[in-house]
């Protein structure tokens, strides 16, 4: 009896591990589910096209970061009648769960939309917490290192655009310095009545690609870390520095505690070298989604 006996107790125990060990190593996200919200008069023929553009949006920026951390997405659409712009307004509307809300022209083709970074840039909002007023140069700043990224891994950029279009992001920055001077942390509380927007999103940029070649040459990059914080940290709310801190734990490094403490209280713009933006696009083209 008790050879019976001990070899099924094993068994059961060697069960009963195995289910922990799936629940606390092996846990895939659920995909996130998207929700529309059609807040204009959309034909059937243009909501098949936004939906498209939507699914294919959020695969693209999954591909490139991490699975969206929320079981649900809503999108709320309006339609604008404009001719000169393809997505004229996107936000995040923050909550439990966070929602993206897009205005989109009229006449926008698929090929239009998906071309447009706004869709990117919002989707990666949703990876880090809704920070403080003086840190919310991180939170502009990943979404926009991110948005040139996900085209460019996508192939929605050529490597020769890619670069070009993160160039100008940077000299954009670097000119409104020039007429929104002042601490970057007091600049960012104030960015909307200062219009102040230019340097703050660049500024936050360029750090998150300091901290991304940072972690490249230690074998590991932005999007592992933003994964890991996804899935273990993610927080509706938080402060800069906690956030910055979190990055260093899950990195095991200083990387982000050390830079955040560089640029927040920076009154210049970063110098970014042509020689970085090369590393950056060498990087992206090796590791393709
Ligand atoms: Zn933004």
Redesign the pocket.
Known sequence: MLTMVVPRLRLVVIFLVSLLVNTLVVRPLPAVELMFDYQSHFSDEQKKQLKTWLEQGKQAVENSIAPIPQQQLKVTLVQQKTRTEVVPWGQ?VRGNPDSVKLHVSDRASLYALTNDWTLY??LS?LYLPYLDYPSFWL??GF??YMQYIVMYQAGLLSRKRFIARVKAGFERGRRKTLTKPGKLNRVSADMWRLRAHKRV?WTGAAYFLEADLALQQRGSRLANVIAAYSDCCRRDNSRGIYLARQLDRLSESKIFSQLFNQYRERIDFPTVTNDQLEKIADYYQAHNG
């Open positions: 995040i840039h919002e909002h939170n502009e979404a926009t999103y």
